[in-house]
């Protein structure tokens, strides 16, 4: 760990897996939190199955659970439950992500845990949340990304509604989660008692979709897909340069138009009266894009940039892989190295914000399942050599 981050001395035990949980677990611990990660002793964490993958390990595994370590305890048997209740009376936080009523019936929900632990933080991330119709349905990032509204907004107007192709409500959601935690954890410095975090997959992603709700309560709009257009502000979109390079344009505010316009070596569309406004851009959107999308199609895409550039307007290159590794604003701020005996020396996006005291984490290596559950049992309960063998014995650990 570079420097002592804000979070230096809380201890969570995540018994999440797949995405979300995991990456709540993940945002606590690089802010300096220890992560005590309960896995399945024979199989693990799903997400070790995911690809793609290097020499039998999951990229998106080492992602979000290196420097974590993990335990093999099977929650299924009372002996696992004991050790976890046990685990919950020792530790600061406990992230779990399984249907509600499962913890209960295993004699670790809210009320148990709080009674071995009154200054607990249980964080929960469910696909419903806690309460409400449908909190009993099962569900996963592409049921949160369809129901939220965000599929049927994301793709063009001829095109289906389209889901993304990665963990995007999971990753909003394990971010939320982990604010809420650091929440609770303040406000439990104010009164001495933890809280419980009910956090629904869908709720962080249906409040970043904008007015969506907002504007059908308010004059009865249904949104509708609108490709790389907001709907809202013109000229703003997706173009393709001469060289076959993509770059997006945001002309979202009338300063910004303007200087577009003279960057284009069109001055007179400042006052052209199409032009004028950015109601009278909207009402003269596909006019006015095929002059933008013209422009850009006559240079290379480093040319139109450096032009855009001079003037002020912003835009961007359309980012490949390959592109954000090379950049030096993103190697210097926003990657960090990740370094295993599997992977080898890897890059991966680093912390979510930065802050003037701290460094930020190192990330040392992907734990195996169950590599820690000797040590993290014997410091966290003072287990012997003899409970731990009978543990193992009984298959209730790995």
């Known amino acids: ?196 975090v009910d956090v629904a997959l869908y709720e962080p992603l249906m409040f970043i979709l904008g007015d969506l709700v907002l504007r059908y309560t308010a004059k009865g709009e249904i949104a509708t897909r609108e490709g790389n257009s907001t709907g809202a502000a013109s000229p703003r979109g997706v173009y393709q340069a001469a060289d076959g390079g993509w770059l997006a344009i945001a002309a979202s505010s009338q300063r910004i138009a303007e200087r577009l316009f003279v960057a284009m070596g069109r001055p007179e569309f400042v006052d052209d009266p199409r032009y004028r406004t950015n109601a009278d851009r909207l009402a003269n959107n596909a006019e006015l894009q095929a002059h933008v999308t013209s422009w850009v199609g006559s240079m290379t895409r480093p040319e139109v940039l450096a032009v855009l550039e001079r003037h002020e307007v912003v835009a961007a290159a359309v980012n490949d892989a390959k592109d954000i590794t090379e950049d030096p604003h993103f190697v210097e701020r926003t990657l960090v190295d990740l370094h295993t005996e599997a992977l080898g020396a890897v890059k991966m996006p680093g912390p979510v914000l930065h802050l003037g005291g701290y460094d930020g984490p190192g990330y040392d290596g992907v734990p195996a399942v169950g590599e820690h559950t000797d040590e993290v049992l014997t410091e966290r309960l003072g287990l012997g050599a003899a409970e731990l063998a009978d543990l193992r014995a009984a298959k209730v650990i790995r």
């Open 1 to 196: 760990m570079s420097g002592h981050g804000p979070l230096a001395g809380i201890t969570v035990l995540e018994l999440g897996s797949m995405y979300a949980a995991p990456t709540a677990g993940r945002m606590l611990r690089d802010f300096g939190a220890e992560l005590l990660k309960v896995e399945d002793p024979v199989s693990g964490d799903g997400a070790r199955h995911w690809v793609p993958q290097k020499n039998g390990h999951s990229l998106g595994f080492a992602r979000i659970n290196a420097g974590k370590r993990s335990l093999g305890v099977d929650l299924r048997s009372a002996g696992g439950q004991d050790l976890v209740r046990r685990l919950a009376a020792e530790v600061d936080v406990v992230v779990e992500s399984f249907r509600p009523g499962r913890l209960e019936a295993w004699g670790l929900g809210w009320d148990a845990l709080r009674e071995v632990n009154p200054r607990l933080v249980l964080t929960r991330v469910t696909g419903f949340g806690q309460t409400g119709p449908h909190s009993a349905r099962p569900g996963f990032g592409t049921v949160a990304e369809v129901m939220s509204g965000f599929a049927f907004i994301n793709g063009w107007p001829d095109s289906p509604p389209t889901s993304p192709p990665f963990g995007f409500a999971d990753s909003i959601a394990g971010i939320a989660a982990a604010y809420g935690t650091a929440m609770s954890l303040y406000q439990r410095e104010r009164t001495g008692l933890g809280d419980c």
